[in-house]
């Protein structure tokens, strides 16, 4: 998963990107990057393989030339963590951030490759995205970018430049969210609504499925390069992904509401008798607050969380995640000792923070833990930019409940249903849950070729 801003007329146009990306560090940790356009060519710092600070900016943003730059922020799902593929990916004459996953990126790489083309990246689906824009024949640039378009599948919302232009394109089935507004008279586009929103870009409206905007010197045109007929928005971006303050794919409702409304349904299909409700702060608070109302239980905050530990989910090994989890909560002794406790939680992946989470609670003298996630079981891998690369790693894709609960030592388990996630949606046909249903879309050939895929 990543995150990406494009923005096009701002003679500080690298630092606008920058503080609107900032917003979008709920989208990945692995890297940060910002490129701009200046003097017909790309320029700008290297990419981080970490959060971008204070200094960062001051030293290597501040004052960049160039009315045209993109940003990303990234979370390896494709490729390895080498900085190498952290993005934006850029040639001298084009620049590309992309956010999702390409499922037919390895077939396309090698045709590419056995033509004598050279890629700098080890093994990243954007570049291959990059390399067919080049070896396209086509006159245009749009021309070129949309025959690229026909020959990808698989998940992507991307920005890119080149020709003094920034183009921004969301795949047919419209997986990942990319809003475009105003700021003053330059255009900005971004993954998510609220980093737009939060810093004062007006105007602002999702891009349609198969839409692909081009803006240059004669103002914004928008091409439509063909919509599927069933759309596959990722519901995991509901249920966690996120930021829960904005509302995405053109959703009335914002994250947190949604959340909210699934701990209620969580409350009514699972109820427990128990003394306290807690979240797994962040992720769960909104679902946690949900289950407390629906049920009559008090709400309290039980696990302190520590914030400088960061997002546990999108970092890249289950080393580090481990850290992490540890270092992140603390349970709070005067709230949970004694008492029996219903701990809410968004979702259950891999199991590193449950696991961690049952101990604590015990130790801090919990008389009773109930575990209760506001989606069903995470069961299989998803192949369009959330890393659960294989089902080894997705913890109910390989134990039943009962074993899930003893192994993250709790006196009971219980996942919403698919229906009860779905509730909130107005238009649930167009969402993809194929990692809790294993319904995939599209046909993952190219994946069972080169190994990735295992049902
Ligand atoms: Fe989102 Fe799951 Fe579909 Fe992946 S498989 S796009 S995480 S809903
Ligand atoms: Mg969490």
Same mark, same amino acid.
């Given at each position: 998963? /990543?995150?990406?801003?494009?923005?096009?007329?701002?003679?500080?146009?690298?630092? =606008?990107?920058?503080?609107?990306?900032?917003?979008?560090?709920?989208?990945?940790?692995?890297?940060?990057?910002?490129?701009?356009?200046?003097?017909?060519?790309?320029?700008?710092?290297?990419?981080?393989?970490?959060?971008? *600070?204070?200094?960062?900016?001051?030293?290597?943003?501040?004052?960049?030339?160039?009315?045209?730059?993109?940003?990303?922020?990234?979370?390896?799902?494709?490729?390895?963590?080498?900085?190498?593929?952290?993005?934006?990916?850029?040639?001298?004459?084009?620049?590309?951030?992309?956010?999702?996953?390409?499922?037919?990126?390895?077939?396309?790489?090698?045709?590419?490759?056995?033509?004598?083309?050279?890629?700098?990246?080890?093994?990243?689906?954007?570049?291959? =995205?990059?390399?067919?824009?080049?070896?396209?024949?086509?006159?245009?640039?749009?021309?070129?970018?949309?025959?690229?378009?026909?020959?990808?599948?698989?998940?992507?919302?991307?920005?890119?430049?080149?020709?003094?232009?920034?183009?921004? @394109?969301?795949?047919?089935?419209?997986? #990942?969210?990319?809003?475009?507004?105003?700021?003053?008279?330059?255009?900005?586009?971004?993954?998510?609504?609220?980093?737009?929103?939060?810093?004062?870009? *007006?105007?602002?409206?999702?891009?349609?499925?198969?839409?692909?905007?081009?803006?240059?010197?004669?103002?914004?045109?928008?091409?439509?390069?063909?919509?599927?007929?069933?759309?596959?928005?990722? @519901?995991?971006?509901?249920?966690?992904?996120?930021?829960?303050?904005?509302? =995405?794919?053109?959703?009335?409702?914002?994250?947190?509401?949604?959340?909210?409304?699934?701990?209620?349904?969580?409350? #009514?299909?699972?109820?427990?008798?128990?003394?306290?409700? =807690?979240?797994?702060?962040?992720?769960?608070?909104?679902?946690?607050?949900?289950?407390?109302?629906?049920?009559?239980?008090?709400?309290?905050?039980?696990?302190?969380?520590?914030?400088?530990?960061?997002?546990?989910?999108?970092? /890249?090994?289950?080393?580090?995640?481990?850290?992490?989890?540890?270092?992140?909560?603390?349970?709070?002794?005067?709230?949970?000792?004694?008492?029996?406790?219903? @701990?809410?939680?968004?979702?259950? @992946?891999?199991?590193? *923070?449950?696991?961690?989470?049952?101990?604590?609670?015990?130790?801090?003298?919990?008389?009773?833990?109930?575990?209760?996630?506001?989606?069903?079981?995470?069961?299989?891998? /998803?192949?369009?930019?959330?890393?659960?690369?294989?089902?080894?790693?997705?913890?109910?894709?390989?134990?039943?409940?009962?074993?899930?609960?003893?192994?993250?030592?709790?006196?009971?388990?219980?996942?919403?249903?698919?229906?009860?996630?779905?509730?909130?949606?107005?238009?649930?046909?167009?969402?993809?849950?194929?990692?809790?249903?294993?319904?995939?879309?599209?046909?993952?050939?190219?994946?069972?070729?080169?190994?990735?895929?295992?049902?």
């Amino acid at each position: 998963m /990543c995150g990406e801003v494009g923005v096009y007329g701002h003679e500080r146009a690298a630092e =606008i990107a920058f503080q609107i990306n900032w917003l979008h560090q709920n989208r990945g940790q692995d890297s940060f990057g910002v490129k701009v356009w200046n003097k017909d060519r790309v320029e700008g710092p290297g990419n981080r393989e970490e959060q971008p *600070t204070e200094k960062y900016y001051r030293k290597q943003i501040k004052g960049l030339e160039g009315r045209i730059a993109i940003a990303h922020v990234r979370y390896a799902t494709s490729g390895t963590q080498s900085i190498k593929n952290s993005q934006p990916l850029s040639y001298n004459d084009m620049a590309i951030a992309h956010n999702g996953n390409l499922t037919n990126a390895e077939s396309i790489r090698k045709d590419l490759e056995s033509q004598g083309r050279t890629f700098i990246s080890e093994g990243s689906d954007t570049e291959v =995205i990059l390399q067919l824009i080049k070896s396209s024949e086509e006159s245009t640039i749009e021309n070129k970018v949309i025959d690229a378009l026909k020959k990808v599948e698989g998940a992507y919302s991307f920005v890119f430049m080149a020709e003094n232009k920034l183009i921004a @394109v969301k795949d047919k089935w419209g997986y #990942r969210p990319l809003s475009m507004g105003k700021f003053g008279d330059a255009y900005v586009v971004a993954s998510e609504r609220q980093a737009l929103a939060r810093n004062s870009v *007006t105007n602002i409206k999702e891009l349609n499925p198969g839409e692909m905007v081009v803006i240059d010197k004669t103002g914004v045109n928008s091409y439509d390069f063909g919509k599927a007929s069933k759309l596959q928005q990722c @519901v995991f971006e509901l249920v966690y992904f996120a930021n829960p303050c904005g509302a =995405i794919f053109g959703m009335k409702m914002d994250g947190a509401e949604f959340r909210y409304q699934n701990g209620i349904r969580l409350a #009514r299909e699972h109820p427990v008798e128990a003394d306290v409700v =807690i979240p797994v702060s962040d992720s769960g608070n909104h679902a946690a607050q949900g289950y407390a109302k629906e049920s009559g239980i008090e709400y309290r905050e039980g696990l302190l969380r520590s914030h400088s530990a960061g997002k546990t989910f999108t970092l /890249c090994n289950q080393e580090l995640r481990a850290k992490a989890v540890q270092q992140k909560h603390t349970a709070i002794k005067s709230v949970v000792n004694g008492n029996r406790i219903v @701990v809410v939680d968004d979702s259950l @992946v891999r199991g590193t *923070t449950a696991k961690k989470i049952g101990r604590m609670l015990k130790n801090a003298g919990a008389s009773e833990i109930h575990m209760r996630i506001a989606s069903p079981p995470v069961k299989f891998p /998803c192949h369009y930019g959330i890393a659960t690369p294989t089902k080894e790693e997705l913890i109910a894709a390989n134990m039943v409940k009962k074993e899930i609960s003893e192994e993250i030592e709790v006196d009971s388990l219980e996942y919403l249903s698919k229906d009860g996630m779905l509730n909130p949606l107005e238009n649930a046909d167009d969402f993809c849950k194929a990692c809790f249903d294993g319904s995939y879309a599209e046909n993952l050939g190219d994946l069972v070729q080169i190994g990735q895929l295992r049902s």
